[in-house]
């Protein structure tokens, strides 16, 4: 069953967004970034079965190329407009800060979950704007920023999940990785039995890595 939603699409800050509330809430919150040609209502299905008390709040990329919704635009299937992406990550971390003081959700029980498009821009946004994201899920994602910054990470825990047939986006799967943890995050990848398409193995995957953070997060407490 799919949490309700607040209502229509909110149209008051940089980004469109969404957000759905389940009738049983656990203070835990999820940002949902979709992919090339999809929009904020894409990723709730599968945010639903892997974190069902928890508020969603569904974002939508607001560059249109080619008649696609994305996040930036792109070159070639795997390079990017540097400026854009560096713009539009700039335009989502004031977004972001928004958007939590409007809705008051606690950046340490906030999960990114990005898929492709969408989450290229979330690592983007970690490598430009680290305090931003803690806790990150991203689904067939590839570094896309040709420069390097000096981002730290520490306070980062992220799962990378490659398709291990998706031809565009598993051969830069361990660049991400190692991209990631060169700047202290704590990150654990997974590569599953896919294309670049999401599937039932993901929400196992990711169901089972967002239940052992919370474990691990009531031992430490």
């Known amino acids: 069953m799919l949490p309700q939603s607040e209502g229509s699409l909110h149209e008051n800050l940089a980004f469109k967004y969404r957000v759905y509330r389940p009738e049983t809430r656990n203070g835990d919150t999820m940002v949902l970034m979709h992919g090339s040609g999809q929009d904020e209502t894409s990723l709730v299905p599968f945010a639903s079965k ?3 008390n928890a508020t969603l709040i569904a974002v939508r ?6 008649g696609s919704t994305r996040w930036y635009r792109r070159l070639t299937p795997v390079s990017f407009d540097q400026q854009d992406i560096r713009s539009e990550a700039k335009a989502f971390a004031g977004f972001l800060k928004q958007v939590a003081q409007e809705y008051k959700f606690d950046p340490k029980r906030t999960t990114f979950l990005g898929y492709s498009n969408g989450a290229n821009l979330i690592n983007a946004v970690m490598m430009l704007y680290p305090d931003l ?5 991203l689904l067939r994602s590839m570094p896309v920023l040709r420069e390097s910054t000096e981002a730290n990470l520490a306070n980062a825990r992220v799962l990378t999940v490659s398709g291990a047939s998706d031809q565009l986006y598993a051969p830069y799967a361990s660049a ?3 991209l ?3 700047h202290g995050a704590r990150v654990e990848a997974r590569s ?3 294309d670049h398409g999401l599937g039932k193995d993901d929400v196992r995957v990711v169901s089972e890595w967002l239940s052992g953070g919370a474990t691990a997060q009531l031992k430490n407490n």
Request: no cysteine.
């Open 50 to 52: 892997i974190a069902p």
């Open 61 to 66: 990329g607001r560059v249109v190329q080619d």
């Open 133 to 137: 994201v803690q806790q990150a899920v």
């Open 176 to 178: 991400l990785e190692d």
């Open 180 to 182: 990631l943890r060169s």
């Open 192 to 194: 599953i039995k896919s």
